[in-house]
């Protein structure tokens, strides 16, 4: 069965810092893989996704992914975190007709 | 743009009521979703539907059915509302049932 882990619960980083949140995933063939993003008391809003090709990803608000499958792993990146950025952060596994599978989540505080 | 809509947003509701929470999609998707989201447990499923007036339960489906006359229409209905089913619920839809999911913006519960 496909599963997801984000192995960080709960991560704080300076405003202007660079960020790295994990995920590693388990899925029996090629997958497709999610990153969403959801503030407080909102829905979730796609970053960015990886179906095939290139296996670095550009999303919205300068997010990107590498798709290492070697390691199995999909960490979301961004060079310089804004306040804004705080919530928190789901990545997620498909493929085709299989549903999705979300991890449980890392959430992000900034601090000034 | 893509548009998942939960009529509700907020709702108060007596144990043993009667509940029903609507969600609406302008995608002409075939799949929809149902999840419940707790602090510490991320998302679950409660049901799927991949066509009109078809469902499948999904993770956590005890104490919830789900209608689904009309392809953009899917309804989650509590038969009698308990305190435990307090939570933020969240409707979802997709073109495939592994491909990339859009949400609403979600609905509170609270069942006093």
């Known amino acids: 069965a496909q599963s997801v882990t984000q192995p960080d619960i709960h991560i704080t980083v300076s405003e202007g810092a660079s960020l790295e949140l994990r995920c590693n995933y388990s899925?029996?063939?090629?997958?497709?893989l999610f990153w969403y993003v959801q503030s407080p008391g909102q829905g979730l809003q796609l970053l960015l996704k990886?179906?095939?090709?290139?296996?670095l990803v550009q999303g919205i608000k300068g997010f990107e992914a590498e798709f290492k499958r070697s390691q199995s792993s999909f960490n979301l990146r961004k060079p310089s975190v804004h306040w804004s950025d705080a919530a928190e952060y789901f990545c997620?596994?498909?493929?085709?007709?299989?549903?999705?599978?979300f991890g449980t989540g890392t959430k992000l505080q900034v601090i000034p | 743009d893509v548009k998942v809509t939960q009529s509700s947003r907020y709702l108060v509701k007596r144990t043993g009521e009667k509940v029903f929470l609507e969600c609406v999609q302008d995608?002409?998707?075939?799949?929809m979703f149902w999840y419940r989201q707790d602090p510490g447990l991320g998302l679950r499923l409660i049901y799927f539907?991949?066509?009109?007036?078809?469902?499948e339960k999904g993770d956590i489906p005890e104490g919830y059915s789900v209608s689904r006359e009309k392809k953009e229409r899917f309804s989650l209905i509590l038969e009698s509302a308990s305190t435990n089913q307090t939570s933020m619920y969240l409707c979802?839809?997709?073109?495939?049932?592994?491909?990339?999911?859009?949400f609403g913006e979600g609905s509170w519960l609270t069942v006093v």
């Open positions: 995608m002409d998707h075939e799949n």
């Open positions: 997620a596994v498909g493929g085709g007709y299989q549903k999705v599978t």
């Open positions: 899925y029996g063939a090629t997958p497709y």
């Open positions: 990886y179906f095939s090709g290139d296996t």
């Open positions: 539907s991949y066509d009109v007036k078809m469902k």
């Open positions: 979802a839809s997709s073109l495939t049932p592994g491909n990339t999911i859009y």
